[in-house]
């Protein structure tokens, strides 16, 4: 970890551009704030933009103005005590802040993991060299040189060194796969024959199952593929750092162990850096672990260096020892492996025999059922069709054949949210139900969510994390005997999958009703789920779905398949993954005890 001793901040102000109107309220903020009132000019109007602008060196942090601006558009939050040092970088005046950055360690893989909005991206983006780091003064353009002599006697020197000379090669996996048929259009194949400088891509593209799309043109394969191209594309580069942001987005359990196995084969003399959201995979990888943590869109602060295990466990505490800084209020804690079964004893929706063929692909469900107030976990591999039977069971395709008994209403969320909507995510929600501005449903969905921060926000300009918590909403919003999430951890962070593991039990207890959740987080789905729906088969081709059972055992029977063992962490009890070919890994697969 690399800082920056300066002129120290005591406090961020920070405006949100996008839900700022001055226009509409005739700038109330100028007008109530009191240094303002007393003669100085602590808020006053950008000449150009015509936006409000805060002065942090004047503002006393009162909070008057946060809570009169009628949209919600300012916030003002005081750093920690003990951050005496130079912001690297700021995208604007009050825009967000990042303090600190991690370090390249060749022959190392170090994870990056933090709340969405803390600026992992941003660090990946200059240490890449995409972005010039500006030391907190939007205006000024820093060159190589001065930063250098700023990181003077770090360890970020030698690196920055050989970047300006352009004696270091990056490679960089982006964070948005979805955005690259944004950027390239034509063949698969002629994307990926273009980063072939190792003479690995094909070993590549046979390992991660992209052979059949090699044809097919880069804006109509799915989210899964874009991903598994991307970092095809980032591996087959001849580089000496590589860069991934979130690489687990749409894989499953197999292809995430796939993706993580070749790096660690392909990248052994190299540096890789790796932000994700995905515990399991960081464990399984990661060599060192720095925590980001802060306030989300406001600023974000690097930790130093951790062992993995310490790492985790150290973020999933909350408290960051180093700067004696309690990033939140309650520890993390697993209260067990898996949820032992609570469910009732009446069954509300049967199924059997159901058989549905789509083009070449054939789905066969043999039995099953949903009992009331339970929570069942459905795990497999991708293109197994998963989503196929939630569609079933929601009312949206019909069964070739089979039978689905129980009369119900089901509140089916998709397993990609649409942004089609054309107003604001409070109009969304009122305009599925009336219930939203009610205080039971702000205290049971609105709130775990964090939605009434993104309430004003326009649908269409959602990030994918924002756009998924108000698809989880808009589907729990809606009255239903069941409610059929289909992936809902995509997108968000760890801290939000847990805030909606905890939820979704809190819900089913308190409305008496069920939940059927098809995911591909293990740590999650051991969380919330009562028993477990396994799928196998051959991806694309034919998918058939075990019969449901206790969550220990479906779990063991999945990973058996997968081929990797979880043990439990005594400090917090979150499931760990075993390093492959490790003792305990050994043991475990031995005694078939896949999860702990």
Do not use: W
């Not at 962490?569 to 999860?595: H, I, V």
């Amino acid at each position: 970890m690399n800082s920056i001793k300066g002129d120290a901040l005591t406090r961020v102000a920070v405006i949100d551009r996008e839900l700022c109107k001055p226009k509409k309220c005739d700038y109330l903020c100028i007008r109530v704030c009191p240094r303002n009132r007393s003669g100085d000019k602590c808020i006053i109007t950008d000449e150009v933009t015509k936006f409000p602008i805060i002065d942090e060196s004047i503002c006393i942090g009162c909070g008057i103005c946060i809570h009169k601006c009628p949209f919600g558009a300012i916030k003002i939050v005081n750093l920690p005590e003990k951050l005496k040092e130079k912001p690297i970088h700021r995208f604007g005046r009050n825009q967000f802040l990042l303090f600190r950055l991690p370090y390249p360690i060749p022959g190392q893989i170090v994870g990056l993991i933090g709340s969405n909005g803390l600026g992992k991206t941003t660090t990946l983006m200059i240490l890449s060299g995409q972005i010039k780091p500006n030391l907190g003064e939007s205006k000024k353009k820093f060159d190589f040189s001065e930063l250098i002599t700023l990181f003077r006697g770090t360890e970020l020197q030698n690196y920055l060194e050989k970047l300006k000379e352009k004696q270091i090669k990056v490679s960089f996996k982006l964070q948005r796969v979805d955005k690259i048929p944004e950027t390239y259009s034509g063949k698969v194949s002629k994307l990926l024959s273009k980063t072939d400088e190792r003479g690995i891509l094909n070993d590549l593209i046979s390992r991660f199952g992209l052979e059949e799309i090699q044809d097919d043109d880069i804006k109509s394969i799915s989210g899964g593929e874009l991903q598994r191209v991307a970092i095809t594309a980032c591996l087959a580069k001849d580089a000496d750092i590589y860069y991934f942001d979130e690489p687990t987005s749409f894989l499953d359990v197999f292809q995430r162990l796939e993706v993580s196995k070749a790096i660690k084969e392909f990248c052994q003399d190299k540096s890789v850096m790796i932000a994700d959201h995905d515990l399991a995979t960081l464990d399984f990888l990661a060599d060192q672990i720095h925590i980001f943590y802060g306030s989300p869109s406001v600023y974000g602060v690097i930790s130093s260096p951790y062992s993995v295990r310490t790492g985790i466990n150290t973020f999933l505490d909350g408290y960051i020892r180093e700067d004696n800084v309690r990033i939140r209020t309650t520890p993390i804690k697993f209260e067990s492996t898996y949820i032992q079964a609570s469910r009732g004893s009446n069954v509300l929706m049967e199924f059997s025999d159901i058989k549905k063929k789509l083009g070449d692909f054939s789905l066969t469900v043999k039995k099953g059922e949903l009992y009331g107030q339970e929570v069942l976990g459905i795990l497999g591999a991708n293109a197994l069709g998963k989503t196929i039977l939630a569609r079933i069971l929601a009312g949206e395709i019909k069964q070739d054949s089979g039978e689905v008994i129980g009369k119900i209403k089901i509140s089916y969320k998709s397993q990609y949210p649409k942004t089609d909507y054309d107003g604001t995510v409070r109009e969304l929600l009122k305009s599925v139900s009336k219930e939203v501005e009610t205080e039971n449903f702000k205290a049971e969905v609105m709130r775990p969510l964090e939605l009434d921060k993104l309430l004003e926000r326009q649908v269409k300009n959602l990030s994918g994390g924002e756009l998924q918590r108000t698809a989880i909403a808009v589907a729990l919003s809606k009255e239903a005997d069941v409610y059929l999430l289909d992936e809902p951890s995509a997108f968000l962070d760890v801290e939000m999958r847990l805030s909606l593991a905890s939820m979704i039990r809190r819900i089913v207890e308190k409305r008496s009703c069920s939940a059927m959740i098809i995911d591909h987080d293990l740590l999650f789905l051991s969380q919330i789920a009562d028993r477990g729906m396994v799928f196998l088969g051959k991806p694309g081709k034919e998918g058939h779905a075990e019969e449901p059972k206790k969550v220990e055992d479906a779990f063991n029977s999945f990973l058996s398949i997968v081929g990797v063992t979880f043990r439990k962490d005594p400090q917090t009890g979150r499931p760990r993954a075993n390093k492959l070919g490790s003792k305990l890994d050994r043991e475990q697969k031995d005694k078939g005890k896949y999860f702990m």
